[in-house]
């Protein structure tokens, strides 16, 4: 049996993208995301897959877990000048450019929708959302292309195939896997299916993403993948400190395989001026950048 076989996706709590759309975790997981791909496609054409691809696009309320997130860069675009390899520049320019809003951001992009913007209009993607109305919603966001496969389905089930197709498609292949994380065994399952994806495939750059609230399941699921023999990077970023337990995410992490050159320096470089910002306790937070 296959580890995708055993996610019984039926099985998950009710989850939506848009009840935490902006926050520090998807300000985190979208710059290193934008930076993937931004490298990525600087070598060539680029196909991109993602699991869990939500919505496409989200009204920020007035209030909501995007005031810790995208709230604290949107006044001045985070304070950063230009430059080509500055990732948190780069990320809130395009959160600016594609969502909306004066002096509070009103409109936050999903993946999706940054995806397509850094590689093009004619980008090749390949996106899962199961929920059946999240997948119109999406379609409506994203319009129809003759390079763009919206499958309402499951995205782990199928993430071997999509990404076995698309290296046959392109030079370079970037996968988000982008679970809720909402299950206990989604700590065992789903780092499963991304080991089988990376050692079926050779040159796919895989994202995993992971919220974060204490380190034992997210130091189990590490250990899993270097036990199963495939080099990647976690990068952690954690504002607020993980003994203070509480509703809200605590940070969040990527496991990264097989990134661009030169990806990590650049959100290592981008985590110091975003932990600053988006630490609830002044002045504390932390990265974890480790490689294997």
């Known amino acids: 049996m296959s580890p995708s076989s055993r996610y019984r996706p039926d099985q998950t709590s009710d989850y939506s993208h848009r009840f935490h759309a902006?926050?520090?975790?998807?300000?985190?997981?979208?710059?290193?995301?934008?930076?993937?791909?931004?490298?990525?496609?600087?070598?060539?054409p680029v196909s991109y897959v993602e699991s869990h691809a939500g919505e496409g696009e989200?009204?920020?309320?007035?209030?909501?877990e995007w005031t810790e997130g995208i709230g604290r860069l949107w006044e001045d675009g985070a304070?950063?000048?230009?430059?080509d390899t500055d990732a948190l520049y780069h990320y809130t320019a395009l959160c600016r450019r594609l969502g909306s809003g004066a002096t509070r951001p009103e409109r936050y992009p999903g993946s999706p929708l940054?995806?397509?913007?850094?590689?093009?209009?004619?980008?090749?993607?390949?996106?899962?959302?199961?929920?059946?109305?999240?997948?119109?919603?999406?379609?409506?966001?994203?319009?129809?292309?003759?390079?763009?496969?919206?499958?309402?389905a499951d995205g782990l089930a199928a993430l071997p195939d999509a990404l076995h197709a698309s290296e046959a498609r392109s030079a370079s292949v970037v996968a988000l896997v982008d679970p809720p994380f909402t299950q206990k065994p989604d700590w065992t399952?789903?780092?499963?299916?991304?080991?089988?994806?990376?050692?079926?495939?050779?040159?796919?750059?895989?994202?995993?993403?992971?919220?974060?609230?204490?380190l034992t399941r997210p130091n189990a699921m590490i250990a899993r993948c270097k036990a199963a023999g495939v080099s990647a990077t976690?990068?952690?970023?954690v504002t607020t400190p993980l003994e203070h337990q509480r509703q809200r995410l605590n940070g969040s992490g990527l496991v990264l395989v097989r990134p661009p050159a030169g990806t990590l320096a650049a959100i290592a470089a981008a985590a110091a001026p975003?932990?600053?910002?988006?630490?609830?306790?002044?002045?504390?937070?932390s990265l974890r950048l480790a490689s294997w």
């Open 189 to 214: 399952v789903i780092p499963e299916v991304v080991i089988a994806a990376a050692q079926a495939t050779t040159r796919a750059t895989i994202l995993l993403w992971y919220p974060l609230k204490s």
């Open 79 to 83: 304070g950063v000048a230009e430059s």
């Open 22 to 44: 902006g926050n520090v975790g998807d300000v985190w997981k979208h710059l290193v995301l934008v930076e993937v791909l931004r490298r990525a496609r600087a070598t060539g």
């Open 234 to 237: 976690v990068a952690e970023l």
């Open 274 to 285: 975003l932990g600053a910002r988006c630490a609830t306790r002044a002045g504390v937070w």
């Open 58 to 64: 989200y009204a920020l309320g007035p209030t909501g």
């Open 114 to 152: 940054l995806a397509r913007t850094v590689l093009g209009p004619e980008a090749d993607l390949t996106l899962f959302e199961r929920d059946a109305e999240a997948c119109e919603r999406l379609r409506a966001v994203l319009g129809e292309a003759a390079t763009m496969q919206l499958h309402c």
